[in-house]
T-cell receptor, first 115, second 109 residues
Framework: DVKVTQSSRYLVKRTGEKVFLECVQD?????MFWYRQDPGLGLRLIYF???????EKGDIPEGYSVSREKKERFSLILESASTNQTSMYLC??????????????FGPGTRLTVT | GQNIDQPTEMTATEGAIVQINCTYQ??????LFWYQQHAGEAPTFLSY??LDGLEEKGRFSSFLSRSKGYSYLLLKELQMKDSASYLC??????????WGAGTKLIIKP
């Protein structure tokens, strides 16, 4: 079974703090993704990575950065947390099929509250 | 722009059949996914369609018409545990997933 784990299920941080969200997958997938999910909106892609040390901006990268130093680990960093970053954060990984990313496997999510 | 539309909420009765529709307008098409997401949990994969037609997997079936930009997820013999949100997602020409907002399905006894 593919397993994607995230460092915390719930997190409460103060405005201005630097926040690290960690994601680890155990299936040697090339591709990893960070999304945020808010009520009434679809999953919105923040950043993704197709390989170690490689990153690409998604639809809403502002206020976020990422790091992928090892294949299995993809970290999301909020440089200076703000209240509008209160959300559910989902990490996903996917294999490459025929040279392209395929089905995504999701971690349990981190519900971040910024006060 | 790219857009995926699905109903916000649907209600159905245990044991019945329900069809959840998804229409999309994307720059290119490289496949359509359906995911199930129970409240407070991560989405889990249900089905993938890349060619027109019906894909059946147990109680769940998914249909695709590329010419109409349309898909549906059909759930038969509904069970209470099917109460969840159902997410439609389309892979565009850049192989990026575009997600719908999801359909919350409520099952009543």
């Amino acid at each position: 079974d593919v397993k994607v784990t995230q460092s915390s299920r719930y997190l409460v941080k103060r405005t201005g703090e630097k926040v690290f969200l960690e994601c680890v997958q155990d299936m040697d997938h090339e591709n990893m993704f960070w999304y945020r999910q808010d009520p009434g909106l679809g999953l919105r892609l923040i950043y993704f990575s197709y390989d170690v040390k490689m990153k690409e901006k998604g639809d809403i990268p502002e206020g976020y950065s990422v790091s992928r130093e090892k294949k299995e680990r993809f970290s999301l960093i909020l440089e200076s947390a703000s209240t509008n970053q209160t959300s559910m954060y989902l990490c996903a990984s996917s294999p490459t099929s025929g040279g392209f990313p395929y089905e995504q496997y999701f971690g349990p999510g981190t519900r971040l509250t910024v006060t | 722009g790219q857009n995926i539309d699905q109903p916000t909420e649907m209600t159905a009765t245990e044991g019945a059949i329900v069809q959840i529709n998804c229409t999309y307008q994307t720059s290119g098409f490289n496949g359509l996914f359906w995911y199930q997401q129970h409240a407070g949990e991560a989405p889990t994969f249900l089905s993938y369609n890349v060619l027109d037609g019906l894909e059946e997997k147990g109680r769940f079936s998914s249909f695709l018409s590329r010419s109409k930009g349309y898909s549906y997820l059909l759930l038969k013999e509904l069970q209470m545990k099917d109460s969840a949100s159902y997410l439609c997602a389309v892979t565009d020409s850049n192989y990026q997933l575009i997600w719908g907002a999801g359909t919350k399905l409520i099952i009543k006894p």
